[in-house]
């Protein structure tokens, strides 16, 4: 696995959204392709299924077989950790409040239910 660099890290602070293609078993194809909020927390990346672990198609698709996202014009193959660590959780929670503060649907980004669905984003 390769860390990200910091111009990485400040394209994802900048950025509102990346571009998420978690890619289908056949892993040549994406279960979705679509822009999610996503943050930073001491130099990973993280998003979250809106819909939680079991119902978010690209949490489900994106943990088993990895994918592909996009930032500022940059792609990039990663692969896709759930966080099982409550801290983490916590810390990923303070990142999407400070960064998205007043935006919709910021509250149900936050909430329990999405909070157990959050992934780090790992570059291969």
């Given at each position: 696995m390769n860390k990200w660099t910091n111009e990485e890290i400040?394209?994802?602070d900048k950025a509102q959204t990346l571009q998420n293609r978690p890619y289908n078993d056949d892993k040549t194809?994406?279960?979705?392709?679509n822009p999610v909020w996503e943050v930073t927390v001491d130099n990973q990346v993280f998003i979250r299924g809106a819909k939680g672990v079991n119902d978010t198609k690209w949490y489900q698709a994106g943990t088993q077989n990895g994918g592909q996202?996009?930032?500022?014009?940059?792609?990039?193959?990663?692969?896709?950790?759930?966080v099982n660590n409550a801290e983490l959780i916590k810390d990923v929670t303070?990142?999407?409040n400070k960064k998205y503060h007043g935006?919709?649907?910021i509250d149900l980004m936050v909430s329990d239910p999405v909070a157990?669905?959050?992934v780090a984003l790992?570059?291969?």
């Open positions: 400040a394209a994802f194809t994406f279960e979705e392709d996202i996009e930032v500022a014009g940059q792609k990039f193959e990663v692969e896709y950790q759930a303070e990142a999407f935006q919709y649907p157990q669905a959050t790992v570059k291969k």
